[in-house]
């Protein structure tokens, strides 16, 4: 599936929902893994209940409470050897991103569209067992700053990071 259809069709499912994470502490946080792949990720529990797998890969998806928000973390094979900037260019068919970081290990990118935000980061194995471990967030525009840093949190949590 294509990586931009996948992100705008979470934008629209969200854009009306809100969700005032201010008013959620980020307490509790957990570890989610996917095992077969090494994958690990803090997320705040106090804030997302699981929701059912991910569409994409080996993973689970969260919600908040309310349906505000989307947590989606999971894995799969980098079957064709890609690097993040590769993988960004076969997937993303479409400009207008608000945000994109693209390293030799990672690439972080977001885009705010009918009132909603969405930040996706995936980092890349270099191991013998080639690896894409991702997430995906969705929430409401509105509360971007409340957001701001449970984004960096989980960001900076998910691993393997291979530098």
């Known amino acids: 599936m294509c990586l931009v259809f996948h992100l705008l069709c979470s934008v629209a499912l969200f854009a009306s929902s809100s969700v005032e994470a201010q008013s959620r502490p980020a307490s509790d946080w957990q570890v989610f893994k996917v095992p077969d792949y090494g994958t690990r990720l803090k997320y705040p529990a106090s804030i997302f209940s699981a929701a059912g797998p991910a569409e994409t890969g080996v993973g689970r998806r969260f919600e908040s409470d309310d349906g505000g928000a989307e ?14 900037a590769s993988y960004l260019k076969k997937n993303l068919r479409q400009s207008g991103l608000d945000y994109e970081r693209v390293t030799r290990s990672f690439f972080a990118i977001s885009m705010e569209r009918q009132g909603t935000v969405l930040y ?11 690896a894409i471990h991702c997430f995906d967030l969705v ?6 700053r409340a957001w701001d840093p449970v984004v960096t949190r989980i960001s900076l949590s998910l691993q393997p990071l291979e530098r």
């Open 120 to 130: 996706s980061r995936c980092n890349f194995s270099r191991s013998a067992r080639r």
């Open 71 to 84: 947590l989606t973390i999971y894995a799969r094979e980098n079957e064709d050897g890609d690097t993040p």
């Open 139 to 144: 929430y409401p525009q509105t509360e971007k």
